[in-house]
Structure formats: C-alpha cells, structure tokens
C-alpha cells in the first residue's frame, strides 16, 4: 500500500504546472529552475523533485516549435505544457517517439479527474505524434564520418538521445545548441565533459554541418 501511495503522489505532482510553463506568472524566483514549492512538505518536496528530474527543461516557448501556428504544434502547447515545460520535437529521434508519448498518455489517463489535466483524442493524438516525428531529432548514420572529436561525440551525444545527424545545424548554430545540451546535461546529473572534448566535438560537428 505504500508503494502504491507514493507512486500516486508522485503521478499527482508530476502534474502540477511547473512554474517555467507560464513564466509570467512567477512570484517565487527561486522556482525559475524548477524547484519544489515552498509550501510542500519535506517529503513532498522530494516527491517532487524526484518527479521532476527526467523533465524536459525549461525555456521553450510555443513559439519557438518549429511551425507554431500548425496543429501539431498547438496541439503540443495545449497538451504537454499542462504537466511540464513543452519539449523540443528534436529532443526524441522518431524511433523514439512513439514510445514517450504513450507512456504520457497512459500517465495522463491514471492522474485523478480532480487535477483538470485535458487528454487528447484519438484524432488528436494523431496529429500530435505526426508532428513531433516531422519534426524529430534527425539521427547519424550508421557510420560516423572520420575526424577528430568522432569518438568524444559518439560517446558524450549517446548519453541521452540518439546521435544526431550533424548536418541538422549550422556551423553557426552548433555552438549555441550544445551549449543548451550542456546545461540539459548538468541539470540531468550526467558526468562533465572533460579536457578538450567541448572543443573537439564542436570542431568535429562544424566540420560536417550544414552549409547554409
């Protein structure tokens, strides 16, 4: 029974609407990283945390979804900004996809009536799942093309995702989003990059980047 209990507490403030979905609306500054409100309880507190950690970051706008005005993507800000951040189609490589949302949906489906959370339809959920796999992380080939920083990326990149395909950025751009992965990196505890391994992997992936 207390199992149960606690996956259900957990499930509850899983959620709640982090304060980084509706940024307007903070009063507490210390919630703009996604801490626990202050008026949880001590084991509350670590519910919600422990809840929180496997979240996408904050930061992502609807706006900021590739084609904001589409249905898929107002179906995203409609639904998924309900419980956490919205999350960057690109953050899941197709292959991956159908599984996360699933498992979100059969979340959504157990949380009591009594937290207002909307559930998609059928139709919607759809529509939904087309957009985040137009619009998911494109992935390397099977065979990485030589070049210094190749062994850094594979190992570093794989961590949490599928490798990326290192044509779907600028050189330009490449600096900016794996300094954001950086930072997705240090809030998901995994270990720092080491030496000259920032620099090599930039190096590699601008090497190979999509000439704009």
């Not at 099977?142 to 920083?149: F, I, Q, S």
Request: proline share 12%; aromatic share 4%.
């Amino acid at each position: 029974m207390r199992s149960q209990w606690l996956l259900a507490v957990v499930a509850a403030l899983a959620a709640l609407p982090l304060p980084a979905c509706r940024p307007a609306d903070r009063s507490d500054r210390g919630q703009e990283t996604g801490a626990p409100p202050a008026s949880l309880s001590g084991s509350d507190q670590l519910l919600f945390a422990a809840a929180s950690i496997a979240l996408p970051p904050p930061g992502l706008s609807a706006a900021d979804l590739p084609e904001p005005s589409s249905p898929g993507a107002q179906l995203v800000a409609q639904y998924c900004a309900q419980c956490h951040a919205l999350p960057a189609p690109a953050s899941h490589s197709a292959t991956d996809w159908p599984g996360v949302v699933r498992r979100m949906w059969l979340r959504m489906e157990g949380l009591p009536a009594s937290l207002g959370v909307n559930v998609p339809t059928i139709p919607e959920r759809s529509a939904l799942l087309d957009y985040l796999l137009a619009n998911a992380l494109r992935v390397s080939g099977a065979t990485l093309p030589p070049g210094r920083g190749r062994e850094d990326f594979a190992l570093v990149c794989s961590r949490c995702h599928a490798l990326p395909d290192p044509r779907m950025h600028s050189p330009g751009d490449w600096p900016v989003v794996f300094a954001r992965m950086e930072r997705n990196m240090e809030r998901m505890k995994s270990p720092p990059l080491r030496g000259t391994q920032t620099t090599d992997i930039l190096v590699y992936l601008q090497s190979l980047a999509a000439r704009r």
